[in-house]
């Protein structure tokens, strides 16, 4: 892979009114499930969405959860209306999700401290998955906002799209068109985050 592709990706918010067709997507799923995971037990699942009706049930959802929670974190009612109309502004108007997700029942039960070593290996394996599912986007000149909004509200998109409980909803990525080109927030510099040999 050209290491350009790599520093050429880069979080999209804005996309033009443009659909994707549902082959562009595959192609993405289709490098998504190259990646390695853990015992190679692949444990990843992918529910895609283009359906206005699904994206608008999808977001309502979602933000009467979020709506309590920043009320717990006592955000004035402007700053609530605010970040709740964004956020279902972003998913409504995006031209297609993908959200993969983590399927338990395949990763190995112990009945002891490793079963936590386990989840935590299929939660890499899924974001592994992702990981390719953004390059290759990126490869395609599509532009991704990768939300991890599931992981607060999982029951939300388990209840929209009838996903069954073992099954957990890892991220909501949301693919277009660019309808911009954001600056890409600077890198921690390789001195600061190489430990040779050690700590």
């Known amino acids: 892979m050209d290491f350009d ?11 033009k009114n443009i659909p994707i ?10 490098a998504a499930i190259q990646a390695p995971s853990a015992h190679n037990l692949q444990p990843w699942e992918f529910v895609l969405i283009d359906s206005d ?3 608008e049930k999808l977001s309502s959802k979602m933000a009467s959860t979020w709506v309590n929670n ?12 605010e970040k709740i109309n964004l956020s279902k502004e972003r998913i409504n108007n995006a031209p297609f999700i993908i959200i993969p997700c983590f399927d338990t029942s395949k ?5 002891d401290e490793r079963d936590n070593a386990e989840f935590i290996m299929g939660v890499q394996s899924v974001a592994l998955a ?8 990126t490869e395609k000149g599509f532009g991704v906002l990768w939300l991890c909004a599931p992981l607060f509200c999982p029951e939300d998109i388990r209840d929209v799209l009838r996903i069954p409980n073992h099954i957990l ?3 909501i990525l949301l693919i277009g068109i660019p309808d911009e080109d954001p600056i890409k927030p600077k890198r921690r510099d390789l001195n600061d985050v190489i430990h040779l040999n050690g700590w």
């Not at 990763?107 to 009945?111: F, L, Q």
């Not at 390719?132 to 986007?137: E, F, H």
Request: charged share 40%; aromatic share 8%.
């Open 169 to 171: 909803p890892q991220e």
């Open 21 to 30: 067709e549902r082959e562009y997507v595959t192609s993405l799923i289709k």
């Open 107 to 111: 990763v190995e039960k112990y009945g």
């Open 130 to 137: 992702s990981g390719n599912i953004l390059l290759k986007a």
């Open 70 to 81: 920043l009320k717990k974190d006592g955000k004035s009612q402007y700053e609530i209306e």
């Open 5 to 15: 592709l790599i520093t050429r990706r880069k979080t999209v918010r804005k996309f």
């Open 53 to 55: 009706e699904i994206k």
